[in-house]
């Protein structure tokens, strides 16, 4: 049976090729000819890569950062999480004048002119409903993971994005603030399934010993975001009475990158495999991603776990918190997810102006450092990229929660002497700058990766669905209840955080582990072995 290599791609060559036979490594003994056939019921042994075990891969070639894996990062996390952070901050700088606008369209409509506190329940509905739209979106993680997979998945993920931009921009234009409460709506969806998909992407593209910082790709890109939308959000800018509605409308510009670049780069590999069988597509996806055929020690591992997932039923979100080795990572990864919402990073994000007034700063001056303090997180997540992969996932989190919670004393207490003593006024927002830093070491990125790390294939999907949907409720419990909290007890409302950072120091000491340089499989077994215990 004669066949060309250009049917299967790079990495297959034909049997009748004069080079195949100088590629094989032949045991002492001869060519065993009955060997088994591949796992896929659709592949020959002609299918089979030309290299073998016996082969010496060196170490650059399994699994270091080339330029088609960067490629593949690039559009897979631009378009998805720039979504997330962008339309997460871009609604901040312009809130008077787009409260002010909420305000004429309602008299215009009435007659009347609105209270104050109807113009604040409109703008407070078109805020938090961004975050009932991630939790709906990150409920159907796992239906639009299993379905479409995750590169299908992002792509069509952005037809939310079209009808996001068709709904805010003319909102402005129409006299309509439900165009824009249902724009922020859709958007919602699209940055709730983002927030799964995309890390799942990534986690399931990645060598395993550059696993962490890959991921932590997403926050990166989030922080970007929210500072590239408090930019274009000032009064210079696109923060003004008539350009607010291109700035909420610049969201369709990463979607618009996503549609070009993804489409080039192959779906996951572990997807193809292990979700729909496909060991041919794998093993081709896996050389593009890797920029070498070399990948056979990768497909083996794969799979092996591809075998082990045919005896294990479809893990349903009951199986989830019922069958004792998934139970213990899903509650690792909600707490986790509410760590990170609930550790006060929104808080100090929130206070930052005013601690920067309350020391004396001008308020264009106190603008430019809320923006100073944004540009610390987008530093301090690009350095926890580097560090992910030295210290470790567990060692990141802790290092970051215990500084969190030292900063939280000390601002609680600055904030409470900043009208009587000037130089506490100053210390203040050096803490605040601290706190932001110990954030992004650690709890803002890892969160978003350890989800797909925890779990297997099979479950993963489903997990992530319910760890992203904990992070998007815990959110909108935080946006709508922090205010009223601020307002009974000002500066002491830190309080509150560094005793929920003291039950999240604890939590992460006990009960999660190290996953840094550990494939997948090897920690499903560890969780299987700890629940056998």
């Known amino acids: 049976m004669n066949r060309d290599d250009d049917d299967f791609g790079e990495g297959f060559i034909a049997e009748s090729h004069p080079l195949r036979a100088t590629h094989l490594s032949v045991p002492a003994g001869g060519m065993n000819n009955s060997r088994a056939p591949s796992i896929s019921s659709s592949v020959s042994d002609l299918d089979v890569p030309i290299y073998t075990r016996e082969t010496t891969v060196p170490v650059s070639a399994r699994g270091g950062l080339n330029g088609r894996l960067a490629f593949a990062i690039a559009a897979a996390a631009l378009g998805s999480s720039f979504q997330h952070g962008y339309n997460t901050g871009v609604v901040n700088s312009p809130e008077k004048l787009i409260t002010a606008w909420i305000t004429d369209v309602n008299g215009n409509r009435t007659n009347i002119r609105p ?36 590169k299908g998945g992002l792509l069509a993920n952005n037809v939310l994005v079209l009808l996001t931009v068709l709904f805010e921009g003319p909102a402005k234009a129409a006299g309509s603030y439900e165009m824009l409460i249902i724009g922020r709506f859709f958007i919602g969806i699209n940055s709730g399934l983002n927030a799964g998909l995309a890390p799942m992407y990534l986690a399931e593209i990645s060598p395993v010993h550059l696993r962490g910082a890959v991921g932590t790709v997403y926050q990166l890109v989030i922080t970007i975001s929210i500072l590239t939308s ?69 497909m083996e591992e794969m799979r092996a776990e591809y075998e082990s997932l045919k005896m294990i039923p479809t893990v349903t979100l009951r199986e989830l918190f019922v069958n004792s080795a998934l139970r213990i990572p899903i509650i690792i990864s909600i707490v986790i997810m509410l760590a990170q919402q609930f550790c006060g990073i929104n808080a100090v994000m ?70 009587t003593v000037p130089v506490v006024a100053n210390l203040s927002i050096f803490v605040a700058i601290m706190f932001v830093l110990f954030f992004a070491v ?92």
């Open 442 to 533: 650690g709890p803002g990125s890892i969160p978003w990766f350890l989800v797909s790390e925890l779990f297997s294939q099979g479950a993963r999907p489903a997990a992530t669905a319910v760890a992203i949907f904990t992070n998007w409720a815990a959110n909108f419990v935080v946006s709508m209840g922090f205010l009223p909290l601020k307002n009974l007890l000002g500066g002491y409302v830190f309080l509150i955080f560094a005793g929920l950072q003291m039950v999240f120091i604890l939590f992460v000491w006990r009960k999660v582990p190290e996953t840094k340089n550990k494939t997948m499989e090897e920690i499903s077994s560890m969780f299987r072995q700890i629940s056998y215990q």
């Open 350 to 419: 929130i206070f930052s102006t005013n601690i920067f007034r309350a020391a004396g700063l001008d308020p264009i001056s106190a603008q430019y450092a809320t923006l100073g303090t944004s540009g610390v997180n987008v530093l301090m997540t690009l350095v926890s990229l580097v560090l992910v992969e030295k210290a470790g996932r567990k060692t990141l989190l802790l290092v970051g929660f215990s500084g969190m919670f030292v900063s939280s004393i000390v601002l609680t207490a600055c904030l409470a002497f900043a009208e």
């Open 115 to 150: 209270t104050e506190s109807e113009v604040t329940t409109i703008w407070s509905t078109a805020v938090a409903i961004f975050c009932i739209g991630g939790m709906i979106g990150g409920s159907l993680i796992s239906v639009v993971a299993d379905k479409l997979g995750r």
């Open 230 to 298: 408090q930019i274009l959000g000032m009064e210079t800018l696109l923060g003004t009475a008539e350009q607010w509605p291109l700035l909420l409308s610049l969201t369709i510009v990463p979607a618009i990158f996503q549609l070009a670049t993804l489409p080039i780069c192959p779906e996951s590999p572990k997807y193809l495999l292990l979700s729909k069988g496909q060991d041919l597509k794998a093993q081709k996806a896996l050389a593009w991603l890797r920029g070498t055929i070399e990948v056979h020690d990768e």
